[in-house]
């Protein structure tokens, strides 16, 4: 599922753990969500009587979030997950949406995204890098936050003049690997892959896959800097972009 071919017109249920999720970067978190959907249910659970979440405050009204009061009533996070869960899936039930975003870093929400998903959902993840792998697996595609980070401080330093520090994953081979085996996967007689079909059968296939992981914006520059694999433009019958393919060397 990638922001390029997916339907912008899908409704989507907003849910955000206010508990595990840095208010930092929630307008970053919107504009990345609107790629994908429109977001017409957006909630964030929390106790709000808790000085910890005082962050989140002035940004809710300013992004049209609507607060969800969970006392604490254990030590832990539990009421909070539990919330969460009851009303996606009352929502489910509403047949008002198409797809879910579950924001939160924690594993909890595994099983929540597995069922979404089954129900015919559309599931997008976001969090940070420590959110365990089973949560981002059961998504349909996972957004790290700091990539978000990462893109804010771009276009700062941009603005600046300067030079952003940035720490991003390297290509490793397995990374290559990876690409090779899913081009491989849909190539025709000759080797050649759509590249569209390519990013999509990765996202399938790792949903935590971003070419933004990287320091590359878009899944063709990051293919070029590998070294790896042949690339061919080729004209479009339906539009005047044309169309990319990929092979492997």
């Known amino acids: 599922m990638s ?18 999720i840095p208010s930092a970067h929630v307008k970053e978190m919107m504009e990345e969500i609107a790629k994908y959907g429109n977001p017409t249910i957006k909630r964030i659970y929390g106790d709000w009587t808790s000085p910890h979440l005082s962050k989140w405050k002035n940004l809710l009204l300013e992004n049209a979030i609507t607060p969800i009061q969970q006392y604490a009533y254990t030590y832990g996070k539990n009421a909070t997950d539990s919330a969460m869960i009851i009303d996606a899936m009352d929502i489910l039930y509403s047949e008002k949406v198409n797809g879910f975003c579950l924001v939160s870093s924690d594993s909890d929400f595994t099983k929540l995204a597995t069922r979404l998903r089954e129900a015919g959902m ?35 330093s941009a603005s600046q003049k300067g030079k952003a520090k940035e720490s991003f994953d390297k290509v490793t081979p397995k990374v290559v690997s990876l690409i090779s085996s899913t081009i491989s996967d849909l190539s025709d007689e000759e080797g050649w892959a759509f590249l569209g079909d390519v990013g ?48 492997n060397k």
Request: net charge positive.
């Open 122 to 156: 559309q599931v997008i993840g976001i969090g940070e890098k420590k959110t365990p792998n089973p949560f981002i697996v059961a998504c349909d595609k996972f957004i790290y936050i700091e990539i978000l980070r990462r893109e804010t401080e771009k276009k700062e």
């Open 3 to 20: 922001a390029s071919n997916n339907n912008t017109n899908l409704n989507l249920a907003v849910l955000i753990d206010g508990d595990n």
């Open 200 to 247: 999509s059968l990765l996202q399938k296939k790792q949903p935590n896959f971003d070419s933004r992981n990287y320091g590359f914006d878009k899944l063709t520059p990051l293919i070029k800097s590998t070294g790896k694999f042949e690339i061919e433009l080729r004209e479009s019958a339906k539009s005047k972009n044309k169309l990319v393919f990929v092979k």
